[in-house]
């Protein structure tokens, strides 16, 4: 017998043939007698605390000591979520070891076990639930550690989250259940996983779509296959009367329909007339299953019409002023006209040249695929070393969380120093640079100043200290926080992520605010990236332009560099054509970041720029305001 005496003076005997280990003397108390699982159960053996592998295969006599959680606070909070989203487990146990509650959360209404499941860490939500977090914790805005794990398509982290209890049925604040999650993102194994565990398939969403809907809009004739074979209703109607066939038929998706029709969805045929834009778009022939179509109900359109349609159409309805900035007939057909079929690309477009008359040098390979393809580091190490005698060997690095930063890469390979920020933390696993000051913390225009003179940056505004290199990168109010900088400093070269939707000439710059990361997080979590975030290259550079920049060149997909005046002849020359380079990154290379449909680009570069800015503003103010942050300001212009 294992003999358990605890401070209260109770004393418990347990059979040791119904225990292996302490791990499971904590979970089969826990389920006895409700004690809290995991770190705050400690056993003594002999004055000597037990950890939860030891064996226990012998009468022994136990102490039990049940410890309370230490106080909680916001260091201790962001401490927990930073680590559980950048991995860090050994940080993990530590923070539970003193012990701190599992379910402690950020100022962003987050928990480290939302955050380690959206990211896959499976060993770290099963240290998480050892400890006792909540699997069905929500959000602000209605994600659940489950609910982020679907939506990713982690598979191991899911299976955890079933067998502690979470809640396969959750609904969040847009009506999406975890299989209708997967079901849109692709994840079949994720889908198999739920449907065993019998989650409920035709929940729908307000907008009446369910998971069959989701996966036959994207065309994964797998996850079809999985969800008629779990007896989901395939002929169930959305808000616009349209069916699971409807809907795969005019995406062209051959497979899915030949599924539908076998397993019986033939009597919904009779509204798949209605999404034809010509009567001969209607089908050509269709018998036993085998189905063919010639241009059947544009796919381009819906296409065009993504997931932002069914919100569009309820801002629309909706008596916020915001909704009357948008046209919503107008998105509605974008791409059903022949001309939006095809896809040109001119310098004419948007009468750029007679809007915006900064550059003038045509740059070929500043601009090509190969330079938007070559890594940043790379890049930023070569300009770096082209500097020479004009060199401080200073940095500032504004978003420095993650490996692949070309800043990072200088101060280890060139012994430079400088301040980095970022609220999370340094990247796993980076060693210390002697030089290199981090502050882990959010980068805002009222601590900006502060930030630069805790680091050794002792100026003032209009006496800039030369540094080599400034990067911002924070997916939020980036330009914002860069002309703060230029205010203090004077960088020879920027390095800023850019916002490839908007087109020369339109200026948009995202502004600066508390609940911007927040909501960036959320949104994150459940699959999406705010596309209205950041600034345009002709913001960036009208900008930038009022401190001596001009832009250099691209990289890494989604950075543009610009040099100021004093380096530019030492460099090559800079002044390269915003409206050149745009065009020809877009001409080049299809997988440069970009965040807004392609078809509201297209209408955006084919008429004039008052009419251009019109569509942006409608466009993005509607879409702020679906996504709850239209209290956030943006700044566009042309």
Not at 2 to 19: A, H, K
Not at 46 to 64: K, R
Not at 155 to 175: F, H, I, N, Q
Not at 561 to 588: I, M, P, Y
Request: proline residues 4%; negative net charge.
């Amino acid at each position: 017998m294992l003999q358990l005496r605890m401070i209260s003076g109770e004393n418990m005997s347990i059979p040791v043939d119904e225990i292996h280990d302490v791990r499971g003397l904590k979970r089969h108390l826990h389920r006895l007698r409700g004690f809290p699982l995991g770190f705050r159960q400690r056993f003594l053996l002999d004055g000597e605390i037990l950890e939860d592998a030891v064996e226990l295969d012998s009468p022994m006599d136990l102490d039990l000591v049940l410890l309370p959680f230490v106080e909680d606070s916001k260091e201790l909070a962001d401490e927990l979520v930073g680590a559980a989203a950048h991995g860090h487990i050994a940080k993990i146990e530590s923070n539970l070891q003193l012990p701190q509650d599992p379910d402690s959360r950020t100022g962003q209404d987050c928990t480290a076990l939302m955050i380690a499941s959206g990211q896959g860490h499976a060993e770290i939500v099963s240290l998480l639930l050892a400890a006792g977090a909540d699997t069905n914790l929500v959000e602000s805005t209605g994600c659940t550690a489950f609910l982020a794990a679907s939506n990713a398509g982690h598979v191991e982290v899911v299976s955890l989250l079933l067998d502690a209890g979470a809640d396969k049925d959750v609904v969040d604040t847009r009506g999406l259940t975890a299989l209708i999650m997967a079901c849109r993102e692709g994840h079949a194994a994720v889908v198999s996983l739920l449907l065993e565990a019998g989650t409920d398939s035709n929940v729908a969403t307000p907008a009446g779509n369910t998971a069959l809907m989701s996966a036959c809009y994207r065309g994964y004739v797998e996850i079809v296959d999985s969800l008629l074979e779990a007896g989901t209703d395939k002929d169930t109607t959305d808000t616009d009367g349209r069916t699971a066939l409807m809907i795969a038929a005019s995406g062209d998706h051959v497979d899915v329909v030949s599924s539908l029709l076998k397993a019986g969805a033939a009597e919904s045929l009779r509204g798949l007339q209605k999404l034809a834009t010509r009567p001969e778009d209607t089908f050509a022939s269709m018998s036993s299953g085998q189905w063919q179509s010639k241009n059947c109900c544009n796919s381009l359109a819906l296409q065009a019409r993504d997931h932002l349609q069914k919100k569009l159409r309820q801002a629309k309805l909706s008596p916020s002023p915001v909704a009357n900035a948008f046209d919503l007939s107008e998105f509605t057909l974008m791409g059903i006209s022949e001309t939006a079929m095809r896809w040109a690309v001119t310098d004419a477009d948007l009468l750029a040249r007679e809007s915006f008359q900064l550059g003038h040098r045509q740059l070929l390979d500043r601009c090509s695929h190969e330079a938007l393809s070559e890594d940043e580091e790379a890049a930023a190490i070569r300009l770096w070393d082209m500097l020479g005698h004009r060199r401080t060997g200073r940095l500032l690095n504004i978003g420095a969380g993650s490996w692949g930063d070309p800043l990072w890469a200088i101060a280890q390979k060139r012994n430079a120093t400088g301040l980095f920020i970022d609220p999370v933390g340094p990247p796993k696993d980076m060693p210390s640079l002697e030089g290199i000051r981090f502050v882990s913390e959010f980068a805002r225009p009222n601590n900006m100043p502060r930030l630069l003179r805790s680091a050794g940056f002792r100026t003032r505004p209009g006496f800039p200290v030369p540094i080599d290199f400034m990067k911002v990168d924070v997916d939020s109010c980036d330009c914002v926080l860069a002309s703060i900088g230029l205010q203090f400093l004077r960088p020879s070269i920027i390095i800023m992520e850019i916002n490839w939707s908007l087109p020369p000439p339109l200026r948009f710059v995202r502004q600066c605010h508390d609940d911007w990361s927040r909501m960036w997080q959320y949104w994150r979590h459940v699959g999406f990236s705010l596309s209205t975030h950041g600034c345009s290259l002709s913001g960036a550079l009208a900008e930038f332009a009022k401190f001596g920049y001009s832009l250099f060149r691209v990289a890494g997909h989604v950075n543009a560099f610009f040099v100021h005046r004093d380096v530019a002849a030492s460099l090559g020359g800079a002044e390269v054509d915003e409206v050149f380079c745009f065009n020809h990154v877009w001409r080049q290379d299809s997988s440069v970041g970009r965040w807004v449909h392609w078809r509201l680009i297209h209408d955006w570069r084919t008429g004039s720029v008052v009419d251009a800015l019109n569509h942006v503003w409608g466009n993005f103010t509607s879409y702020d305001w679906i996504f709850n942050i239209s209290h956030i300001p943006f700044a566009l212009s042309a």
